[in-house]
């Protein structure tokens, strides 16, 4: 059973810093291609950053240059370090299979982020 457990979120203010952790169960972590998603109130789930299994990034175009994705296979871990954060960046991030997340049953609880003006 798929198993995602984000943690990290908080309440910062614009330019600040923050990093998230996605502790992972149930499937081959280290054959996994993996993504952040986040999801703000009132608007659809989006993807923000993706590792490949061999540590191939990518980001959305509205947070490159300022989050960093990465993984930790032994641990069965991925993480995001945020900087220089915006109050758009207010939402709910969520970690997940990429592209093709596991199911609408595997997604965790998520971890909140708020950021203020």
């Known amino acids: 059973q798929v198993q995602l457990v984000e943690s990290g979120g908080g309440l910062v203010q614009a330019g600040g810093s923050l990093g998230l952790s996605c502790a992972a169960s149930g499937f081959i972590f280290r054959l996994t291609a993996m993504g952040w998603y986040r999801q703000a109130p009132g608007k659809q789930r989006q993807l923000v950053a993706s590792?490949?299994?061999?540590?191939?990034?990518d980001y959305a175009d509205f947070v490159k240059g300022r989050f960093a994705i990465s993984r930790d296979n032994a641990k069965n871990t991925l993480y995001l370090q945020m900087n220089s954060l915006k109050p758009e960046d207010t939402a709910v991030y969520y970690c997940n299979a990429y592209p093709q997340p596991w199911g609408r049953d595997s997604w965790g609880q998520g971890t909140q982020v708020t950021v203020s003006s």
């Open positions: 590792i490949s299994s061999t540590g191939s990034v």
